[in-house]
């Protein structure tokens, strides 16, 4: 630990698992009082108790609540957003309803905890937004990852725009692009693709693996590890990016 976020409070979505997990457990390792929410609160069990660590069950989808957290914790200094669902398929597979189920989730979700918090930061003249993008986004095209690339390349739009509106008034608000990160929703992933494909399981975490350059996954922790950059003052000179964790694969 060498409390690189000592003082600060994080406000981080998503945290149950994956990616928002190992960014919970890192800003706390480096000092921070972190608010850990998902909508499953069985997921958060293995934080509670964790020293500087506050779970809550939070829905991203619902704009109230969301409101409602930033009212009960109005010294937020790092917005950490993680929220995100990833659907398979072309435009020609993609629903209404899919459609509009993935922006709410991806992008609308961090609007609305965006809108909430920053308030509490421009009043402190501080703080970090770190939002979850991908390197199937606006940087790279991805097979069959239609409505999730589109909803991805928005948040980098978003996080820009942000960044620009807020870049004098001490709040900044950076993007990180992973590439294919282990978790469990990306096992998830694969066993319905391997289902509806017909290939094995072995071979569909062969494709995942093989359009790696490095040829192996990245970890949650490694994307964490660019989350407390950003969050630090370290970054303070750092806005409006989209930093790649991607091993290589937007080459």
């Known amino acids: 630990m060498s409390n690189r976020l000592q003082g600060k409070t994080a406000f981080v979505t998503a945290a149950g698992q994956g990616i928002g997990r190992a960014t919970a457990e890192a800003f706390a390792r480096e000092g921070a009082q972190v608010i850990a929410t998902d909508l ?123 960044a620009l509106d807020f870049i004098k008034q001490g709040v900044r608000c950076n993007a990180i692009c992973p590439g294919t990160v282990e978790s469990p929703s990306l096992r998830e992933r694969m066993t319905a693709l391997s289902k509806s494909s017909g290939q094995s399981y072995e071979q569909v975490e062969a494709m995942f693996i093989g359009r790696q350059p490095m040829g192996r996954l990245g970890t949650a922790d490694e994307i964490a590890a660019m989350a407390v950059y950003l969050a630090s003052d370290e970054s303070r000179f750092t806005t409006g990016t989209t930093a790649l964790v991607d091993g290589g694969w937007s080459l």
């Open 40 to 162: 499953n609160l069985d997921l958060l069990a293995g934080l509670k108790g964790q020293p500087g660590v506050t779970i809550e069950k939070l829905d991203a989808l619902d704009a109230t609540a969301i409101a409602d957290a930033a009212r009960r914790h109005p010294g937020v200094d790092i917005l950490f957003n993680a929220a995100g669902y990833v659907h398979h398929g072309t435009v020609l597979d993609c629903t209404e309803d899919q459609w509009d189920f993935a922006f709410n989730l991806n992008v609308r979700s961090m609007y609305r905890t965006i809108k909430a918090f920053v308030p509490g930061m421009l009043a402190r003249k501080n703080g970090s937004i770190v939002n979850i993008a991908s390197g199937a986004s606006s940087v790279k095209a991805a097979g069959n990852r239609f409505v999730y690339g589109a909803t991805k390349a928005a948040v980098i739009g978003l996080t820009k725009s942000v």
